[in-house]
């Protein structure tokens, strides 16, 4: 089974930017969808980021315009660019890939915005 494993995350000041990345040990070619969650302290598990296979996008209302999911099928990679940083999106981000009923996670990387 592929493994995900997220980096890229950190601490940053409010208005400033990070990019995630998202690495599998396999292959994320093929029918799938990828996602970027997060989860704050006390917060339930929100969904951020949706991108398909064939590059359609999707974002949670509090991200658009500043968030963006691409993926790199041939680096079995997937990013989020996270540009504007505020203080709400203080999380630990986890990506998730949904393949023929399978569910995978990564481990989740922590970021923090704080002046």
């Known amino acids: 089974q592929v493994q995900l494993m997220e980096s890229g995350g950190g601490l940053v000041q409010p208005g400033g930017s990070l990019r995630l990345s998202c690495v599998a040990s396999?292959?994320?070619?093929?029918?799938?969808?990828m996602n970027w969650y997060r989860q704050a302290p006390g917060k339930e598990r929100e969904l951020v980021a949706a991108?398909?296979?064939?590059?359609?996008?999707e974002y949670v209302d509090s991200v658009k315009g500043r968030f963006t999911i691409a993926r790199d099928d041939a680096k079995n990679t997937m990013y989020l660019q996270m540009n504007s940083l505020r203080p709400e999106d203080t999380a630990v981000y986890y990506c998730?890939?949904?393949?023929?009923?399978?569910?995978?996670w990564g481990q989740g990387t922590q970021v923090t915005v704080s002046s």
């Open positions: 991108i398909t296979h064939d590059r359609r996008t």
């Open positions: 998730n890939m949904v393949r023929l009923g399978s569910v995978t």
């Open positions: 396999g292959s994320i070619s093929g029918l799938n969808v």
